[in-house]
């Protein structure tokens, strides 16, 4: 690969089609950021999954940028530098997963351009589509939870998670459980919950859930194990895994029996790959999570949720779920609830430059 002679920062913000409530508070607006890294072949785009608060991660846009400008990127300008290098140039950067996930991207796709080659090939994936779920955010009540599960039912979706938090479980799961006897269904608390409130969790078991994501702390396994040896229906972690050496930890300690892959997350694709990987040696299921991304990580996703252990519907949801205007041509699930993995050259997808200029708030460049 030619050096890298340009980084470029952008921080966008989209409205979502609707509010997306969690745990954690509403979100009204996708706000991330997009790096644009440059050689003298071409052009790669990443994006990073952070959000504008530090809710679900430490990290934040923020945090993000200055983590980017100021350390990431100038760790990698003017060097000529392989996708699988990029972690190691930035391992002495502690954490910051996030922002250095986003580097990797563009990196890679970039590089992959240059090779003619998709992400998918490079990953080494045989499928060319995915089945998709929906995640579906605390709704106002029981009527609009219902008319949301049946609306996403209807165009195809083929696994439903509910957002839970501790008062709003078990009515909303029993109600679309009666209205859905064979629904493929989850829940997600985003660490809601501690161990003395899990009654509610006990009582989940009677719905026949594929598994409850994240119930307790997002820095602690060993209550998950305790709460799993309890529990028939599986726990699955999301919060929690933030490497291979994490995934690792927790299937062995019996913390979750599934687990949700984030590139994001878990600090890049390749370290994504590792986990899916060793899942897929001990045969615990993997799926693929999202963080509301636009096109440019969902294209990055689908790739990703193709690898072979990848076998429950990912939160890999067509573009109109989130946004009336996506800042790549939208990505649109078939009605058999499948989503194509983009074919072309890297990642697949490129930001339309008139989408990118309209939703951008905040350009910067990095400097050595
Ligand atoms: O916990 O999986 C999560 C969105 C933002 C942050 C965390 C989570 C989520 C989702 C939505 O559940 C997944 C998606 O549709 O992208
Ligand atoms: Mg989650």
């Not at 599934?258 to 600090?267: A, E, L």
């Not at 994504?272 to 963080?291: E, F, K, S, T, Y």
């Not at 790549?328 to 008139?354: N, R, S």
């Not at 708030?361 to 990095?366: G, I």
């Amino acid at each position: 690969m030619s050096a890298i002679r340009d980084i470029e920062l952008r921080l966008i913000e989209l409205p979502l089609v609707r509010p997306f409530r969690t745990s954690f508070g509403e979100e009204t607006t996708k706000s991330c950021i997009l790096v644009r890294v440059e050689t003298d072949e071409g052009v790669g785009w990443g994006e990073c999954v952070a959000g504008s608060r530090p809710d679900y991660s430490e990290e934040f846009n923020a945090s993000a940028w200055l983590a980017l400008r100021d350390h990431l990127a100038p760790a990698l300008l003017g060097k000529d530098i392989r996708p699988a290098d990029v972690a190691g140039v930035t391992a002495w950067v502690r954490g910051n997963r996030m922002a250095k996930a986003a580097l990797e991207m563009a990196v890679l796709d970039v590089w992959l351009r240059e090779q003619e080659i998709s992400l998918a090939r490079h990953l080494g994936v045989e499928r060319d589509r995915v089945p998709c779920g929906v995640s579906i955010g605390i709704a106002s009540s029981l009527d609009e939870l219902l008319e949301r599960v049946a609306a996403h039912l209807a165009e195809g979706y083929r696994r439903i998670k509910l957002k839970i938090q501790p008062g709003t479980d078990v009515e909303p799961v029993a109600a679309v459980r009666a209205a859905h006897p064979d629904v493929a269904l989850s829940v997600d608390a985003n660490a809601a919950y501690t161990i003395e409130d899990a009654s509610a969790l006990r009582e989940l078991e009677a719905f026949g859930l594929l598994m409850i994501e994240q119930p307790l702390a997002y820095d602690d396994l060993v209550e998950h194990a305790k709460l799993q040896r309890t529990l028939r229906t599986p726990v699955c972690l999301d919060e929690s895994i933030r490497s291979a050496a994490d995934a690792a930890a927790a299937l062995e300690l019996g913390a979750c029996r599934i687990v949700n892959v984030k590139q994001g997350r878990v600090g890049g694709l390749l370290e994504a790959q590792r986990i899916h990987d060793l899942a897929l040696a001990q045969d615990a299921p993997v799926w693929c999570g999202g963080m509301l991304e636009t096109g440019i990580g969902r294209a990055a996703n689908l790739a990703l949720a193709a690898l072979p252990g990848f076998t429950l519907p990912g939160d890999t949801s067509a573009s109109a779920r989130y946004f009336d205007a996506d800042v790549t041509e939208p990505f649109v699930m078939d009605p058999d609830g499948t989503m194509a993995v983009p074919p072309g050259p890297g990642i697949g997808v490129e930001p339309l430059p008139d989408c990118l200029a309209e939703v951008t708030v905040r350009t910067e460049r990095a400097r050595t």
